[in-house]
């Protein structure tokens, strides 16, 4: 039987900590450079040669301040603070190379989409197509205290939000220019065919936008589309509107059960369930030896901010984690949310009791996803047992510390890797989404939502 390709991200954000927090402090740690150009440039240089997929660049709107009812711990620890926009960074490192593919996270609930669409339409063409949206709601009510946007907040309205927003962003980018709008006839002075550009009348609960998209078709029109949303209703908004989903799960059971959960929800929406690829959040330490990973695993480990962990997890969760013990059993905390993080936890240990202390250190590397420590060859085994037995297609790789754990992973597990046959040689050729799902899928499929809002959709509208 042939072996499933594995498809690599590598997972960051345009600040200091970030799923790693207290790290920075860390003597071969860069992240404290995330404001340098150059920075990013040689990063994106490092994963294009170890055969990236992509970089997935995650963002916030507004801060962690539920940990001790305030905003100090996360300020003081870096805590995914101060961050910078994600968009910015991708221009210079697209020029600086050739194959890798760009995650871009923006918010529904914060960004309107007619001056959204036009970014990343811009960023496509200027990447020759190697754009992705991670599509999020955004979660932070500390967000919603500088952008007044009423009573939108609630977890179902703002997925009601995020469904008409797609639909204005695939009215401009599928149907508003048609294929051969731009003609650049330069005897008849016509760049454009003003026949063949159309207003989208877009009139919705939300968002009235009539009129025609700013920007020329880029090469893949709508970006690749990922979304992260766990949930129930995140899922069936994953299996409408996402080409790949993003988990963050520490075990396999759980993992293994979204992967079948978000794969039903995509066929019910009557779409192939395997063109909907999942990364799952992984946090590889390697060594050339079991003895020297484990060792870098505890010097690491030494670095962890307890509170910085705790800042992240009580934003995370909702629960302030400033008022437990730190050797509290978290079972007494009595949060859905958190009992739901203890479930997918404890799963495969019944028995474990789990403090505050314990988990701020779970946390502390790598969030709420695995850490795989060990040689080349056990990271591949690892990775070879969660695809085989969770179905899913590939990992968004955080960082320990940056770049250090991409270029260990580059240098040392990439070529086991690729000898199993796992990890490409080369990059194709073509735009992103070629790259991840063959040659010719340069647009969205046929039976994606997205290709219904084409040119003739809107023609019949008029």
Sequence with gaps: MKKKRIYLNAFDMNCVAHQSPGLWVHPEDQSHRYKDIEYWVELAKILEKGRFDGLFIADVIGIYDVYGGDKETTIREATQVPVNDPILLVSAMSHATKHLGFGITCSTTFEHPYTFARRMSTLDHLTNGRIAWNIVTSYLESGTKNIEIGDKFQHSERYNIAEEYLEVCYKLWEGSWEDGAVVKDKEKRMFTDPTKVHEINHHGKYFDVPGIHLCEPSPQRTPVLFQAGGSLRGRQFAGKHAECTFISAPLKEATAAYVKDVRTQAREQGRDPQSLKVFALF??????????????????????????????????????FSQYDPDEEIKYIETNAVKSMLEVLTKSSPNKKWTVRELANFAGIGGMGPVAIGTPEQIADTFEEWIDETDIDGFNLAYAITPGTFIDFTELVVPELQRRGRLKMEYEEGVYREKLFGKGQVRLSEEHIGSSYRNNHLQEQA
């Design 283 to 320: 946090t590889p330490i390697v060594g050339r030896t079991e003895e020297e990973a484990w060792a870098k695993y505890e010097e690491l480990s030494s670095y962890i901010s307890y509170e910085g962990a705790l800042s992240l997890l009580s934003g995370w969760s909702g629960v302030d």
